[in-house]
């Protein structure tokens, strides 16, 4: 079975490290055409080095972009449009979460948390939309979090405006039909990455290892499959929903929490 993305133009938010840069690769294995954006010019640097290392053939554009900013993204697009001509995926994946209760979270972390989850989202759409509806197999894959569906009190801004996030995807999802774009999500549990690496280094007993401080906290937290995810695992079930492969699934959402799901 053929993903189908040989030759297809695709554009990945935050793909220099951890679920985007998983996912790059895989697309790039799988023959397409990768753009990634991500905010440091050095681990975008270092990540195109590392796919290009691997797949020296592949067809590539990295670009330091921050995606809430409009200006710069519209740049990103228009960058990819001169080099690829033109767009069939995007996949919006930049971003990260905030550790925070109602208690200790200040009025301006509650905006500065709903503008990232809203516009990390909106203004990638609005800058490659109209080279999407140029395309004939046009999809749009947000990243999302099973927060959305079930909050976590210490993420709480975070979990209301995941929740918000899934809602806008359906919506949008609905909206694109006329134009052939699909939109879906993953939702995801917890995923090894850099995110965890940097609350790692914060670890209150610095003497455990990575595994241990890993495995401690799928087991406190009942992950049924007691581990954390792979960031290769979400860039798969990405890299399906964005693909042709799909292509009768819009409005949808595929869980990769390792049965964390407490939902039916
Ligand atoms: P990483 O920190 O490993 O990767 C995040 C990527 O996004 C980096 O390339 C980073 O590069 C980029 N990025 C972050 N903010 C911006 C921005 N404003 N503009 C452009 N690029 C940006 O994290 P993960 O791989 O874990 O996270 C990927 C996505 O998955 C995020 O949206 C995260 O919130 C979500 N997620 C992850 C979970 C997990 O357990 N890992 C759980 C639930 C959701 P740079 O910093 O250089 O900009």
């Known amino acids: 079975?053929?993903?189908?993305?040989?030759g297809k133009k695709t554009v990945v938010t935050g793909g220099s490290s951890g679920i985007g840069l998983a996912t790059v690769e895989l697309l790039?294995?799988?023959?397409?055409?990768?753009?990634w954006c991500g905010r440091d010019e050095q681990r975008l640097n270092d990540s195109k080095a590392l796919i290009l290392s691997r797949y020296p053939n592949a067809k590539v554009?990295?670009?330091?972009?921050?995606?809430?900013?409009?200006?710069?993204?519209?740049k990103f697009a228009d960058q990819v449009q001169n080099e690829f001509g033109g767009v069939d995926i995007l996949i919006n994946n930049a971003g990260?979460?905030?550790?925070?209760?109602?208690?200790?979270?200040?009025?301006?972390?509650?905006?500065?948390?709903?503008?990232?989850?809203y516009f990390s989202v909106l203004h990638p759409i609005r800058?490659?939309?109209?080279?999407?509806?140029?395309?004939?197999?046009?999809s749009i894959t947000n990243v999302n979090s099973l927060l959305a569906l079930q909050p976590e009190p210490h993420m709480i801004?975070?979990?209301?405006a995941r929740a918000a996030l899934l809602n806008l995807t359906h919506s949008l999802a609905h909206e694109f039909s006329q134009y052939n774009i699909?939109?879906?999500?993953?939702?995801?549990?917890?995923?090894?990455s850099a995110q965890w690496k940097r609350r790692f280094a914060d670890r209150s007993d610095q003497k455990?290892?990575?595994?241990?401080?890993?495995?401690?906290?799928?087991k406190k937290r009942g992950i049924p499959m007691e581990r954390l995810g792979k960031p290769e695992e979400p860039a798969r079930a990405l890299v399906f929903l964005a693909s042709p492969m799909a292509s009768y699934t819009t409005g949808s959402a595929i869980d990769v929490s390792g049965g964390f799901n407490k939902h039916l």
Not at 61 to 74: E, G, H
Not at 157 to 160: L, P
């Open 127 to 138: 800058a490659f939309l109209p080279a999407l509806q140029q395309s004939e197999c046009a």
């Open 208 to 218: 455990q290892t990575w595994e241990e401080w890993i495995g401690n906290i799928a």
């Open 1 to 6: 079975m053929s993903f189908q993305l040989e």
């Open 157 to 160: 801004a975070t979990s209301s």
């Open 61 to 74: 554009l990295t670009s330091t972009c921050n995606v809430l900013d409009k200006n710069d993204v519209k």
């Open 28 to 35: 790039v294995a799988e023959g397409a055409l990768v753009a």
């Open 96 to 117: 990260q979460g905030r550790v925070s209760n109602f208690e200790n979270t200040a009025d301006e972390d509650w905006l500065k948390e709903v503008e990232l989850k």
């Open 182 to 192: 699909r939109v879906n999500s993953i939702l995801l549990g917890m995923v090894e």
